[in-house]
């Protein structure tokens, strides 16, 4: 068949056309190639040449479809048409993978994916997604804008056995459906030679509608849509190992720094800023010993530096003014790929209340042997102690009946009497110590007490020369107390803190509510001398049964008072400077708002 | 006739001191060293006075008063304990206790309680 005059031009005009599509093609190709250095880039460069390889597949289409046309002699405005729409269709779908190469997340990709088949390819109602592998099966795992009814036929679907079908021809396919929608349409995502996933879309469409280039063009999509996704959960993965890792940092109770070779602070976790008691992390890029009380903690990093990177477990001690911190640490160095040290990482943990729950436990142990000997032993002693004494009484009396009232004995009965009476304060403070606690509680101020007992020793401080001052808020909450014991407590610290001070001494009792770390408030008494003082290395030692410096003293007092305390649920703690003074502080829970007020006598 | 003290004391040496003191100030002194032995001494003659130790064998001094009570007697009782404390947990009114001694027991205090519930030795 001979060519007319026109039937030439347009064959000109089609082969510009196919030159601008190749030219199209080369674009998305370098774009493809360029455009991705993720971890799954080359993938996605693959993925890359089959697409331009499908395009380029269409344009054969095209060409040959020209031929076609051309024979047929009904070529002209049917064919630029159809052309035009081919290199729209191309631009489209250049424009969608590309999108789809850059969505982010598995929602966003699938999201993206199901709009674009929606919107440029075949109308659906509602879709469900297949997951899954070729050995596990594939099992349901989302479906969208799905009805009762669309269900119903998603689940008719699969038993259809069709989606294994799918599985093995890799390839889209319509298949007639028997709910709202005429057509099932399967599509399946590939990643690599792998089909991963089957989409089910439920479309008005007939199914003898869904011709072969839909079903291309929906592969084309699927396949870029699968590498998408596959890098999408390779993303997540990271984004999840690093949350991951950032949030086992974060709730680590345990403080956690790192620093690099030249001793900057590279890592500080919240746990470890507040142990440090630093309020914000602008240490990070200083170097620890910016802050002058964290020496300790720079030094044994430093060393560590040193070493090659050498573990340490140890425990430190901070000192700032009349505060104690002791840190538990463990150095180890942060090694590259190629075990060279880069810095060092030390973990830390805040003994210091648990020092102190040690020293309490300790100290609590000590008191609950010494009071059950003491409950047995007093009955013991306090027998054979009434026999010496009585005999010595009457001996005494025996003795004032000889002529001249056996002056020469008396003074050594007498001093026989005052042993007793002492051995028996001892025995007596024990049994005190013993007292199993049963307490008999009862609302009222602390200051009650503190005034009440102030009377009972004023007449031995004037005596003394020694000022008593009371410094009472009258704001305070009452508080639950055993009145008698907690009246033995003060007149414990006192007595002692007479015994402490000289002529022109001066005590001073404060009361007052405070609050702790965790906001929880306490009635807060301090007594306050201006004594001796207590040297250092006594100070843990006081409140310890028989732990006395007195030539007369028992050691009791101090351990009667703490047990008290402790049964009262409260806390007592000794300050001094040798020399200067001793405070002690008690600390009791407020009584509760809802106790009942019991009546009050005095 | 002298009054009559009732001693109830498992600590023999402690029986002697009770014994020495109150028959020099004029009392005719009965020992025993348990609550029940001192029931039968109780029923068989007068007694002016008890003064009991807890702490006992067989027969303890709050369970001997008790039932000495029950029994009728009102003789008056001075305890006398180790523990400082059972003067606290002892329900002194109801058991009819006159007064209480806390050992090592001072035997002037003793005579001087004593004194005062007898009024004198001699009856
Ligand atoms: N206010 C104080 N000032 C100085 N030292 C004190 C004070 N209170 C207690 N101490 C010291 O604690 C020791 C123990 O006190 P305590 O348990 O009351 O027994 P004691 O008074 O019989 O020695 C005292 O011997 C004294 O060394
Ligand atoms: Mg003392």
Redesign the pocket.
């Known amino acids: 068949m001979a060519l007319d005059q026109q039937t030439v031009k347009s064959a000109a005009a089609l082969a510009g056309l196919a030159r601008q599509l190749k030219q199209l093609v080369d674009e998305l190709d370098d774009i493809v190639k360029s455009d991705f250095d993720r971890p799954a880039g080359t993938d996605i460069r693959v993925a890359g040449f089959a697409l331009t390889e499908r395009i380029n597949r269409i344009i054969d289409e095209a060409r040959s479809r020209w031929g076609e046309k051309m024979e047929t002699g009904r070529i002209q405005q049917e064919t630029i048409d159809d052309l035009s729409k081919s290199q729209e269709e191309v631009n489209n779908l250049r424009s969608l993978s590309s999108a789809i190469a850059l969505a982010q997340t598995r929602s966003e990709v699938v999201d993206l994916l199901l709009n674009m088949i929606r919107d440029n390819i075949v109308p659906f109602g509602s879709a469900a997604l297949y997951q899954g592998s070729d050995e596990m099966g594939f099992a349901l795992t989302d479906s969208w804008e799905a009805t009762e009814e669309d269900r119903l036929e998603i689940e008719r679907q699969r038993a259809a056995g069709f989606l294994d079908w799918v599985v093995k021809s890799h390839s889209a396919m319509a298949m007639p459906a028997e709910g709202k929608y005429p057509t099932a349409i399967y599509v399946p995502m590939k990643a690599g030679n792998r089909v991963t996933g089957i989409f089910l879309l439920l479309s008005p469409r007939a199914v003898e509608d869904f011709t072969q280039s839909d079903q291309e063009r929906i592969s084309l999509l699927c396949s870029q849509a699968a590498i998408a996704l596959e890098n999408a959960r390779l993303v997540e993965q990271v984004l999840q190992m690093k949350q991951y890792n950032e949030n086992l940092v974060l709730s680590l109770t345990s403080g956690l720094v790192a620093v690099n070779l030249t001793g900057m602070v590279t890592t500080l976790n919240p746990a470890g800023l507040d142990i440090l008691g630093l309020n914000a992390p602008d240490i990070i890029g200083k170097s620890l010993s910016s802050v002058s009380r964290l020496e300790p903690l720079a030094k044994l990093l430093a060393e560590a530096l040193q070493s090659g990177g050498e573990s340490v477990k140890t425990e430190l001690t901070f000192v700032e003014g009349d505060k104690k911190q002791i840190l538990d640490v463990n150095i180890s160095s942060v090694l590259d790929e190629d075990d060279r040290v880069t810095g060092v990482l030390g973990v830390f943990a805040d003994l210091t209340p648990i020092k102190l729950l040690e020293q309490q436990v300790r100290r609590s142990d000590r008191l609950a042997v010494v009071g059950q000997l003491a409950a047995g032993a007093a009955h013991e002693i306090r027998n054979p102690l009434s026999a010496i004494r009585g005999n010595i009484q009457l001996l005494n009396r025996k003795l004032q009946k000889l002529p001249d009232g056996g002056e020469a004995f008396l003074s050594r009965t007498k001093s026989v009497i005052e042993e007793v009476d002492r051995i028996n304060r001892i025995v007596g403070g024990m049994m005190e110590l013993s007292k199993d606690g049963r307490l008999e509680l009862k609302r009222v101020s602390f200051n009650q007490i503190l005034r009440a007992v102030a009377g009972l020793v004023e007449g031995n401080y004037k005596e003394a020369g020694v000022g008593l001052d009371l410094a009472l808020d009258d704001a305070i909450p009452e508080v639950m107390i055993d009145v008698s014991e907690m009246k033995q407590v003060i007149l414990?610290l006192y007595q002692?803190?007479l015994?402490?001070m000289k002529t022109n001494g001066k005590l001073t009792v404060y009361s007052g509510l405070v609050e702790d770390a965790v906001g929880a408030s306490y009635v807060q008494v301090r007594i306050a001398?201006s004594?001796?003082?207590?040297p250092k290395q006594?100070l843990e030692k006081?409140f310890a049964p028989f732990?006395?410096?007195?030539t007369e003293?028992?050691?009791?007092?101090?351990?009667i008072v703490h047990r008290i305390i402790e049964e009262h649920k409260g806390r007592i703690t000794v300050d001094?400077v040798e020399g200067e003074g001793?405070t002690f502080t008690i600390w009791l829970p407020p009584a509760r708002d809802e106790a009942k007020k019991e009546p009050q006598d005095g | 006739m002298a009054k009559k003290i009732l001693v109830v004391e498992d600590e023999a040496k402690l029986r002697e001191i009770y014994k020495e003191t109150l028959t020099e100030e004029g009392y005719e002194v009965v020992l025993t060293d348990n609550g029940r032995k001192a029931l039968t001494v109780v029923r068989g003659a007068r007694v002016d006075l008890i003064i009991t130790d807890i702490k006992m064998p067989e027969m303890h001094g709050v369970e001997f008063v008790t039932e000495l009570r029950n029994a009728g007697f009102n003789t008056p009782v001075i305890m006398c304990s180790a523990y400082e404390q059972m003067k606290d947990d002892f329900d002194v009114v109801n058991a009819g206790i006159a007064d209480f001694l806390t050992k090592p027991v001072d035997i002037d205090e003793l005579v001087t309680k004593v004194n005062a519930i007898l009024g004198s030795p001699a009856s």
Do not use: Y
Not at chain 1, 531 to 534: A, P
Not at chain 1, 547 to 550: E, G, I, N
């Open positions: 414990n002692n803190a015994q402490a001398d004594g001796c003082g207590i006594h006081v732990f006395t410096t007195k003293g028992t050691g009791l007092g101090l351990s001094s001793t």
